[in-house]
């Protein structure tokens, strides 16, 4: 069976940091590209950050750049988001997902974990 499992969602005061682990198993994720998105209730899922395959490239959305980190384990089979000076906005149920064609704009996810909470006080 296939899983993405987030970890390391929380509550923090804004200008703090997390970091975001997604663990795998199931099958090997070391050819996948793999990413982050967010989701904020009554909106769309929107993209965070990706990763390529090797960790060699990596592509994040303007709001973030500067910020956030994403990051692949020594395996490849685990991927990491970074997230600094977090700001209110920030505030959103964050997505692991795995599959191909990261870009700036996104990731085509062929598989995607159950998401962690995260939560930026003011």
């Known amino acids: 069976q296939v899983q993405l499992v987030e970890s390391g969602g929380g509550l923090v005061q804004a200008g703090g940091s997390l970091r975001l682990s997604c663990a795998t198993s199931?099958?090997?994720?070391?050819?996948?590209?793999m990413g982050w998105f967010r989701q904020t209730p009554g909106k769309e899922r929107e993209f965070v950050a990706a990763?390529?395959?090797?960790?060699?490239?990596?592509y994040y959305t303007e709001s973030v750049k500067g910020r956030f980190t994403i990051s692949r384990g020594s395996t490849r089979n685990t991927v990491y988001l970074q997230m600094n000076s977090l700001k209110p906005e920030d505030t959103a149920v964050y997505y692991c997902?795995?599959?191909?064609?990261?870009?700036?704009?996104?990731?085509?996810?062929?598989?995607w974990g159950q998401g962690t909470q995260v939560t930026v006080s003011s």
């Open positions: 997902a795995a599959g191909y064609g990261a870009t700036t704009n996104g990731l085509n996810a062929r598989y």
């Open positions: 199931g099958r090997t994720f070391s050819t996948y590209d």
């Open positions: 990763v390529n395959w090797s960790g060699g490239s990596t």
